[in-house]
């Protein structure tokens, strides 16, 4: 069975920058389509950078040119760089995964795995 485990949040100002992790036990990570998602209070979980088990990686618009997800293999671990932050950027962090991705790469159920998320909170 597949664990996640996020870490790396906190508060920061605006115009900060955060790096998140992600833990992945009981698999390989390389197998697996890898993401970070996003929800804040009151709106739906929405997915902002996927990287895939052929290594593409994708960017919702919002965090396009200021976020970065990356992995290593070697620590079996997911990353979000967080740059120039946004207030519009609090939230809970999610890292999930998934063997593939059949269909849009930002849908909820398209990820089987999920962590308990970090709480990221941007004050301006």
């Known amino acids: 069975q597949v664990q996640l485990v996020e870490s790396g949040g906190g508060s920061v100002q605006a115009g900060g920058s955060l790096r998140l992790s992600c833990a992945v036990s009981?698999?390989?990570?390389?197998?697996?389509?890898m993401a970070w998602f996003r929800q804040a209070p009151g709106k739906e979980r929405e997915g902002l950078a996927v990287?895939?088990?052929?290594?593409?990686?994708s960017y919702a618009d919002s965090v396009k040119g200021r976020f970065t997800i990356s992995q290593d293999t070697a620590k079996n671990t997911l990353y979000l760089q967080m740059n120039s932050l946004k207030p519009e950027d609090t939230g809970t962090y999610y890292c999930?995964?998934?063997?593939?991705?059949?269909?849009?790469?930002?849908?909820?159920?398209?990820?089987?795995?999920w962590g308990q998320g970090t709480q990221v909170t941007v004050s301006s």
């Open positions: 999930a995964a998934t063997i593939v991705i059949m269909g849009w790469v930002f849908a909820v159920p398209e990820y089987n795995y």
């Open positions: 990287i895939e088990s052929d290594g593409s990686t």
């Open positions: 009981g698999g390989t990570l390389s197998k697996y389509s």
